[in-house]
């Protein structure tokens, strides 16, 4: 499988493309803001065709040239419909997440509800034919910290939700390097309330 992340814009939120492999279809997940160029450059080296653009969530910093990308490459967004409001320019074909998994690009993709950071807060989990498994957590779990917003309900989402998965499961961040749950659930110290409640799988 092939991934493909990297920071664009001010707030340097991590876009990522997902793929089987290169010469292949491909999802872009989280477009920020200046993010096309980049990923222009990427789909070209790796011969990548988009099928979709995928959203954790609505901030600008995530979906800024979501716009641009699906209208060039005549795909959909995918987005809960909660945060379709919170940027101002939204594609023509927008596609609500509802929780159900997704099929693209050749790959199952798990989509997991995590509302906190925002009200339709996103968690994309894929398994890879190697036998890995990734979760693309946006917003909501970082490397040593969490996300912001309504802090009650995002502590429900990790406490339910993400720390119960794997320790294996490579998380890839909205910000910030990648990590693994079994790492964050042993040191994040953000994380002591939730992880009292959480059997170590």
Not at 5 to 32: E, K, R, S, W
Not at 51 to 61: I, K, Q, R, S, Y
Not at 81 to 104: F, K
């Amino acid at each position: 499988m092939l991934v493909v992340g990297f920071a664009t814009g001010a707030l340097q939120a991590n876009c990522y493309l997902l793929a089987p492999g290169p010469d292949a279809p491909c999802v872009i997940v989280d477009p920020g803001e200046g993010a096309a160029e980049r990923i222009a450059g990427e789909l070209a080296e790796h011969r990548l065709i988009p099928a979709a653009v995928l959203a954790t969530h609505g901030h600008p910093d995530h979906v800024a040239d979501a716009a641009v990308l699906t209208t060039a490459h005549d795909v959909p967004l995918w987005i809960h419909p909660a945060d379709r409001g919170l940027h101002h320019t939204m594609p023509a074909d927008v596609r609500e997440l509802s929780g159900a998994p997704l099929e693209l690009a050749g790959l199952v993709i798990a989509v997991d509800l995590v509302p906190g950071h925002t009200d339709g807060s996103v968690v994309f989990r894929v398994a890879t034919p190697e036998g890995g498994r990734l979760a693309l957590t946006g917003d909501t779990l970082f490397a040593g910290s969490i996300g912001r917003g309504d802090q009650r309900r995002l502590g429900e989402s990790l406490r339910d939700t993400l720390l119960p998965l794997p320790g294996d499961t490579v998380v890839l961040p909205g910000h910030g390097p990648a990590t693994t749950i079994g790492r964050e659930r042993a040191g994040n110290p953000f994380l002591s309330g939730a992880r009292s409640v959480v059997p170590v799988p």
